[in-house]
């Protein structure tokens, strides 16, 4: 058996205690250790986004970080963004104006939503295609989902909701 | 697509982390905002026994600026391009640090971190080649300074830092009052590695060049272009002089062919962006556009 160490990781404000191999990825200890499969792995080298999660605020991907380094740092998950039973409105946006099909890119692409909306909260098309392109998505040719952070962009400004 | 066991240490001071190399020597590998290292080892591309990571090391991560900047290693490329004391005195670093990958990328990834990995294909090596800047390298038994064309020069995906020695921090002396800046950069979708690139500086003497400095990367290797330079050199800037130091660099950079572009197709690139840069720098020369 190899070395292993213990960390807690403060992931959605719960802090849980798991004994890992360094080697382990953030985004394993994420799905395997704590149960919350919602953050999903594409390629596993930091190519296509779908594991992206925030890291104190910043969005970083999953995939590139080891789960010992996620220590001391408050991480949310797809999980953690809605409120309760509530969707978060990046989500709603998605679900209304058609943003998934399949649903693999989708925690990725809400989280980089979510994060681009926090910079500015009234982005251009350009401007949400530049900064979501960290973001691979196979079947929605991207129009839904530029529509859909846009959609939630204004619904966020109505509410005076802050990303 | 999972890596191979290692042994995993995290210092938190500078002293304690070369004092980790030196035992592990070869055996051992900096992982740093870990964008480029763990997908090699992801990959099981790289197999290194023991992973130093140095992010607990709060003494590396520093912008500091009177003219001159000095980057701290471990500074984030984030922090790099938000930075105001960046962009006010050394506004091609705030461009070109925006065109390396997406910015969950350059939320992890680090200054140093970029130019030690010394990607062909990446900004971080020919801006600074560029910009004439320097590095120090400390190991336990000391410390020496490098210039960017020591460290990087004629390497690919390696640097002439020993295995006990860490990239501390990163020079770049302040421009002249009379020099312009450009950057251009053509890759298929925005946040990709270049097809190629050029970085430019010139300065200016009235309406002639008095120096230039040209580092281009999407080769074989990130390289000064000193030929398309010195054709520069008191020549009038107009599009007579950056065609033919178009010319000259693009039959001097090192390049190679990939599955991205031919090696004709980026010796091509070359001329054209160097052209383009130098258009760029010679029409911002005074820090009109800041």
């Known amino acids: ?30 799905r395997e250790d704590l149960g919350l499969t919602g953050t999903h792995l ?6 296509c986004g779908a594991c992206t999660v925030l890291m104190d605020g910043e969005m970083v991907r999953s995939c590139l970080l080891f789960a010992v380094q996620g220590a001391g740092a408050e991480i949310t998950t797809i999980e953690g963004i809605g409120d309760g039973g509530e969707l978060h409105p990046m989500q709603r946006a998605f679900s209304e104006y058609h943003g998934l099909q399949c649903g693999f890119c989708t925690p990725g692409m809400i989280l980089a939503g979510i994060d681009v909306l926090r910079r500015n909260p009234d982005p ?12 691979i998505c196979r079947c929605t040719g991207y129009q839904k989902i530029v529509e859909s952070v846009q959609a939630a962009a204004a619904e966020m400004s109505k509410e005076g909701v802050s990303a | 697509m999972k890596p191979a066991v290692f042994s995993y240490s995290a210092p938190e001071s500078i002293e304690e982390a070369l004092g980790l190399l030196a035992e592990h020597g070869s055996e051992a590998k900096v992982l740093a905002g870990g964008q480029s290292l763990v997908p090699l080892l992801n990959f099981r591309l790289a197999r290194p026994a023991h992973i130093v990571d140095i992010n607990g090391i709060g003494e590396l991560s520093y912008i500091s600026s009177n003219g001159s900047l000095r980057l701290g ?11 105001g004391d960046v962009s006010s005195g050394h506004p091609i670093i705030t461009r070109a640090v925006s065109h390396i990958g997406h910015r969950a990328i350059r939320n992890r990834g680090t200054i140093g971190g970029s130019l030690a990995h010394n990607d062909p294909a990446a900004e971080t090596p020919a801006l600074l080649l560029a910009l004439d800047s320097e590095v120090t390298a400390r ?24 295995d006990d020695e860490l990239l501390t921090e990163i020079r770049i002396p302040a421009l002249a009052a009379s020099s312009g800046w450009g950057f251009q950069e053509l890759s298929r979708r ?10 430019a500086v010139v300065t200016m003497d009235g309406g002639a060049i008095s120096s230039a400095a040209l580092g281009a990367f999407g ?38 062919s990939d599955v991205h572009g031919s090696e004709e197709y980026r010796r091509h690139l070359i001329g054209v962006l160097t052209g383009r840069a130098l258009a760029e720098a010679t029409s911002n020369t005074g820090g009109e556009n800041g």
């Open chain 1, 124 to 135: 251009g098309p350009q401007e949400i295609r530049e900064e979501m392109g960290g973001n």
């Open chain 2, 139 to 162: 190991s336990a038994g000391g410390e020496r300074t490098l210039s960017a064309q020591e460290l990087v020069g004629d390497r690919f995906f390696e640097t002439s830092l020993g």
């Open chain 2, 190 to 199: 925005h946040g990709d590695f270049a097809l190629a690139g050029v970085a």
């Open chain 2, 73 to 83: 290693a471990l500074t984030r490329l984030t922090a790099v391009e938000e930075s």
């Open chain 2, 219 to 256: 080769g074989a290797y990130a390289a000064r272009l000193p030929e398309a330079e010195a054709a520069l050199v008191g020549a009038e800037a107009g599009e007579a002089a950056f065609a033919a130091a178009g010319e000259r660099a693009a039959a001097e950079f090192p390049t190679t």
């Open chain 1, 1 to 30: 058996m190899a070395e292993t160490i213990t960390v807690v990781l403060d992931v959605n404000g719960v802090g849980k205690e798991i004994s890992v191999e360094p080697r382990k990825t953030l985004a394993d200890a994420i």
């Open chain 1, 42 to 47: 594409g390629c596993e080298h930091g190519v």
